[in-house]
Nanobody, 124 residues
Framework: QVQLVESGGGLVRAGGSLRLSCVAPGRTLGVYAVGWFRQAPGKERSLVAAISRWSGANTYYSDSVKGRFTIFRDNAKNTVYLQMISLKPEDTAVYYC????????????????WGQGTQVTVSS
């Protein structure tokens, strides 16, 4: 079992920025592809960004966040980040990180481990 812990959520005005972090205490996060998902009230959870394991050479972004969100990893810190800029009210959701033993995590069904989520609220 891999425990994932997210942090960095909060309340921000539209146009603002936040950086989310995902760590795996006691585990080497680099061996996993990591994805960031979000779920807004009344909507299904969806994949917004993913990064391949180890070097993180391959990344994926949903169309709704492309150009505004950046996923990257720092294996020395055992952390995967989601940098979010130009935030919009429609980005409001609970954001989850997830880990997969797959090489990359471009599809939502490859993820085995999930964090508890962090709330992001963007006010207009």
């Amino acid at each position: 079992q891999v425990q994932l812990v997210e942090s960095g959520g909060g309340l921000v005005r539209a146009g603002g920025s936040l950086r989310l972090s995902c760590v795996a205490p006691g585990r080497t996060l680099g061996v996993y592809a990591v994805g960031w998902f979000r779920q807004a009230p009344g909507k299904e959870r969806s994949l917004v960004a993913a990064i391949s394991r180890w070097s993180g050479a391959n990344t994926y972004y949903s169309d709704s966040v492309k150009g505004r969100f950046t996923i990257f990893r720092d294996n020395a810190k055992n952390t995967v980040y989601l940098q979010m800029i130009s935030l919009k009210p429609e980005d409001t959701a609970v954001y989850y990180c997830a880990a997969s033993p797959a090489v990359d995590g471009r599809t939502a069904d490859v993820y085995d481990y999930w964090g508890q989520g962090t709330q992001v609220t963007v006010s207009s």
